[in-house]
C-alpha cells in the first residue's frame, strides 16, 4: 500500500465579491448535482458545462401574505389521505400438547402458550409406555380448575390420536 506524501488540497479559498459574481459565469472543472427550485428534478453537470450566473436566473419576490398562500398550497395536499392505527386484537393465552417423539416411547406434556410472552410448562413429560401418560395428563388437566371441560377434552383427544399414531407406525417394538 502506497502512502502519498503530499496531498493537495482542491479547495481554495475564494473571495466572491458582487461584482465578480454577478459578471462572470461559473466554471466547474468537476462534475455536480443540482436541484432546479422551480422544477423537480435533478440534473448532473459535466466538468465541460458553464453555470448561469445568478443574473440569469428569475427574481422572485415573496411578501408574507404571498409566502404564507404559497405555504399553504404545498402543505395541502390535492386529494386527502386517511391516515389509522391498526390494532392487532389481544390473543388469549391457550394450552398446547408438547411431544417427544422416540423410537421406543413417546413424551408428551402441556405448556401454556402467553402471546407477546412466550411459552410456560405446566408439566412434566409423562411418557408411554412406561408410564400411563394420558392417565397422568387427565389428572393434572382437572387439577387446573381454570381449564374448562371443554378444552380438557379437546387436549385429551389429541393426546389418544397422538399416542394410536405412534402405536400404530411401530415404533413401540420394546
Keep these: 500500500m502506497a502512502i502519498q506524501p503530499k496531498i493537495k488540497s482542491s479547495l481554495k479559498p475564494v473571495?466572491?465579491?458582487?461584482?465578480?459574481?454577478?459578471?462572470?459565469p461559473l466554471k466547474i472543472s468537476t462534475p455536480f448535482i443540482s436541484f432546479q427550485p422551480k422544477s423537480s428534478?435533478?440534473?448532473?453537470?459535466?466538468?465541460?458545462?458553464?453555470?448561469?450566473?445568478?443574473?440569469?436566473?428569475?427574481?422572485l419576490k415573496l411578501s408574507a401574505s404571498a409566502a404564507d398562500s404559497i405555504l399553504s398550497q404545498e402543505v395541502s395536499p390535492t386529494h386527502k389521505e386517511k391516515l389509522g392505527v391498526v390494532v392487532k386484537p389481544m390473543e388469549k393465552p391457550r394450552i398446547v400438547l408438547k411431544l417427544i417423539w422416540m423410537e421406543?416411547?413417546?413424551g408428551v406434556?402441556?405448556?401454556?402458550?402467553?402471546?407477546?410472552?412466550?411459552?410456560?410448562?405446566?408439566s412434566p413429560y409423562y411418557f408411554w409406555?412406561?408410564?400411563?401418560?394420558?392417565?397422568?395428563?387427565?389428572?393434572l388437566l382437572e387439577s387446573k380448575p381454570w381449564i374448562s371441560q371443554k378444552q380438557m377434552h379437546i387436549?385429551?383427544?389429541?393426546?389418544?390420536?397422538?399416542?394410536?399414531?405412534?402405536?400404530?407406525?411401530g415404533c413401540n417394538s420394546l
Design 15 to 24: 473571495n466572491l465579491t458582487s461584482q465578480t459574481l454577478f459578471l462572470k
Design 155 to 169: 387436549l385429551l383427544n389429541q393426546a389418544t390420536d397422538i399416542i394410536n399414531l405412534w402405536q400404530d407406525s
Design 109 to 122: 406434556g402441556l405448556d401454556q402458550v402467553i402471546p407477546g410472552f412466550g411459552t410456560i410448562p405446566l
Design 129 to 139: 409406555p412406561k408410564e400411563d401418560a394420558w392417565e397422568q395428563l387427565k389428572v
Design 41 to 59: 428534478y435533478l440534473s448532473i453537470h459535466s466538468p465541460a458545462t458553464t453555470l448561469k450566473t445568478i443574473q440569469d436566473l428569475p427574481k
Design 104 to 106: 421406543k416411547a413417546i
